[in-house]
């Protein structure tokens, strides 16, 4: 849990790149268009941040750092799913006609995007105390969806961009806390004596 001042200055924080975005927006000064990778790739640099303290933690312990990091994962993982709003609501304003809209349904690199959108917006709606006292173990398990959100974000932004390295660098540190938190695992495993084996 954080104070309500430091949350404040937290989402203060993590608006500002929001408003950079918005003011370019009304502003005319960028395109609409121009604005959807900015925007998208901060829905995604947050749910890595979010999903990044825990298998950390795992790996080198459970210091003052990852404590700080771990009480702030839930307001990043909302961050995230503002992003992705934010990041469709630029979508609707380049696209304008809700008939074009809806005609680009149908291609995979676009309804991944709204599926992974869905997917967010569950984790992120019972991303409050009360929810977490309500659903008990549930409420961890509906929030393993954002795994499955960020695996169709990445699906989204290489069908858009057939650039693999952009999204390559952002996933690679969570891709390594996962190997370092197995590696955790396997080494805290107790090994077997040759009389255990042969018992076995």
């Known amino acids: 849990m954080i104070g309500r001042r430091k949350r404040l200055i937290l989402w203060i924080a993590l608006a500002i790149p ?3 975005i918005l003011y ?14 900015p925007s998208g790739e901060m829905a995604v640099r947050l749910m890595i941040l979010a ?3 825990g298998p950390l933690s795992a790996f080198f312990g459970l210091n003052y750092f990852f404590r700080a990091w771990l009480a702030i994962r839930r307001n990043l993982g909302v961050a995230a799913f503002a992003y992705a709003m934010l990041h469709l609501a630029i979508y609707c304003a380049d696209m304008r006609i809700l008939s074009a809209i809806l005609g680009e349904f149908i291609l995979p690199s676009i309804w991944t995007g709204w599926l992974a959108l ?4 569950i984790p992120a709606a019972i991303s409050f105390d009360r929810a977490v006292r309500l659903l008990r173990r549930r409420w961890k398990q ?12 990445l699906i989204h932004w290489l069908l858009l961009d057939w650039s693999m ?11 390594a806390a996962w190997l370092l938190r197995g590696l955790s695992r396997f080494r805290s495993r107790p090994l077997e004596t040759p009389k255990e084996r042969t018992l076995s």
């Open 24 to 37: 370019d927006l009304y502003s005319g000064r960028v395109l609409a268009m121009d604005l959807l990778h």
């Open 118 to 121: 869905g997917l967010l917006a």
């Open 51 to 53: 999903m990044l303290p």
């Open 142 to 153: 509906i929030q393993t969806l954002v795994y499955a959100a960020l695996g169709l974000s």
């Open 18 to 20: 929001a408003a950079a």
């Open 165 to 175: 390295g952009p999204a390559f660098v952002h996933v690679a540190p969570l891709v």
